[in-house]
């Protein structure tokens, strides 16, 4: 009993038990920091490759090229070299089907609307509700990235999903 009394009034070490708790939320806090930017900084990367991808189609396929899809054989490659061209490599992948191209309008709402396919160009953009306008050629390319937190279970990135995707799209025409 005599024991517990003495130690009760006992500070010393006090301020070392505080340093352990604020030691503890600081490397949880930096673990976390560090996971989200790197996953930022890979989606940024995701994100230009993808835009690198379309400058390269058009940098490819000129307005002599249209429709892309059947007139520009080197389109496809042109892509894959410039969407692997980021730090993040052969890593960054395009996603099946892509690059795709397609004639589009603006429809009355403001968006873009796809209208046809690249064999089958129609002659306006009355699909759209915009008969005034001609269709243009678009190129999109969609890539992803496969994403994995540096600390899973230990940051709140491991929230995050699984791969990163992202879509670029180019007018041509």
């Given at each position: 009993m005599r024991g517990w009394r003495s130690l009760s009034g006992d500070e010393s070490g006090l301020a070392a038990t505080e340093f352990?708790?604020?030691v503890v939320i600081l490397a949880f806090s930096l673990l976390n920091v560090s996971d989200i930017a790197v996953f930022?900084?890979?989606?940024?990367?995701v994100n230009?490759?993808?835009q690198m991808g379309?400058?390269?189609a058009m940098?490819?396929?000129d307005t002599?090229?249209?429709p892309v899809s059947v007139k520009c054989p080197g389109m496809n490659n042109a892509v894959t070299i410039a969407v692997h061209s980021t730090s993040l490599g052969t890593a960054v992948a395009i996603q099946s089907g892509y690059p795709s191209d397609g004639y589009y309008c603006v429809n009355t709402a403001g968006a873009l609307q796809y209208v046809s396919t690249v064999t089958a160009p129609p002659n306006n953009c009355s699909a759209a509700g915009n008969s005034g306008t001609a269709p243009a050629?678009?190129?999109q390319v969609q890539t992803t990235y496969p994403y994995a937190p540096i600390f899973p279970g230990l940051s709140v990135a491991s929230a995050f999903p699984a791969a990163i995707t992202a879509t670029s799209w180019v007018r041509l025409s």
């Open positions: 352990a708790f604020i930022m900084f890979d989606k940024i990367q230009n490759a993808t379309v400058q390269a940098a490819a396929c002599n090229h249209l050629e678009y190129v």
